[in-house]
């Protein structure tokens, strides 16, 4: 003869499915808040209208400018490049700036220089994306950081032109198309 009720498997069965129903739940919460589908999104990066604002513009240093949507999911994976490219060009005079979406609020873990306004920049398309003055003020490079859904040095447009910049190489990509994880800028 058996000892079990069926009170006492009643109660198991309950625990198991109720179990079974939190777990589903913390899952169902996790991928809904930290996993977001790569959108393939192809985007032109038309720098034409970039200019910087006064007391940057002219010759002086190589300026890096950061375009940040703090709510855009897609500046998840470049904040770690970001950080590296900081670590490696600050220290042979490169300056880094950061321009934030208009009406967002937020506080972008690297130090960066905010740029209040940065004319030409409500034309943005999309954010992530960066803007490269060469030393004489000339806009050399306007774009997304990669392709893809994440960047890091290995995929980064951001290095190869930074180093032909600090050898002196004129560089001229203002415009670019690509395929990536991109935020709308503007509204």
């Known amino acids: 003869m058996s000892n079990s009720s069926p009170c006492g498997s009643g109660l198991v069965l309950l625990a198991i499915l109720l179990c079974?129903?939190?777990l589903w739940w913390a899952y169902d919460?996790?991928?809904?808040?930290?996993?977001r589908p790569f959108?393939?999104?192809?985007?032109?990066?038309?720098?034409?209208?970039l200019r910087l604002p006064d007391d940057l513009a002219g010759?002086?240093?190589?300026?890096?400018?950061?375009?940040?949507?703090?709510?855009?999911?897609?500046?998840?994976?470049?904040?770690?490049?970001?950080?590296e490219l900081l670590d490696h060009f600050t220290?042979?005079?490169?300056?880094?700036?950061?321009?934030?979406?208009?009406?967002s609020h937020g506080q972008l873990l690297a130090s960066?220089?905010?740029?209040?306004?940065?004319?030409?920049?409500?034309?943005?398309?999309?954010?992530?994306?960066?803007?490269?003055?060469?030393?004489?003020?000339?806009?050399?490079?306007?774009g997304p950081y990669s392709e893809g859904a994440v960047c890091n040095s290995s995929n980064s447009?951001?290095?190869?032109?930074?180093?032909?910049?600090?050898?002196?190489?004129q560089v001229s990509?203002?415009?670019t198309l690509a395929v990536g994880c991109y935020c709308p800028w503007a509204g």
């Not at 919460?29 to 996993?35: E, G, I, P, T, V």
């Not at 393939?40 to 034409?48: A, P």
Request: proline share 9%.
């Open 20 to 22: 079974t129903a939190v």
């Open 29 to 35: 919460s996790f991928q809904a808040r930290y996993l």
């Open 39 to 49: 959108d393939n999104q192809t985007t032109l990066f038309d720098g034409s209208q």
């Open 59 to 83: 010759p002086g240093p190589i300026r890096v400018v950061h375009f940040w949507d703090p709510a855009c999911p897609c500046n998840v994976g470049n904040q770690q490049h970001l950080g």
């Open 91 to 103: 220290p042979l005079g490169v300056s880094f700036h950061l321009a934030q979406k208009p009406g």
């Open 112 to 142: 960066l220089d905010a740029i209040a306004h940065l004319p030409g920049s409500e034309h943005l398309p999309a954010s992530p994306a960066v803007a490269i003055w060469d030393r004489q003020g000339r806009l050399a490079y306007f």
């Open 157 to 169: 447009f951001i290095e190869p032109i930074l180093r032909a910049l600090l050898e002196d190489r």
């Open 173 to 175: 990509a203002s415009n």
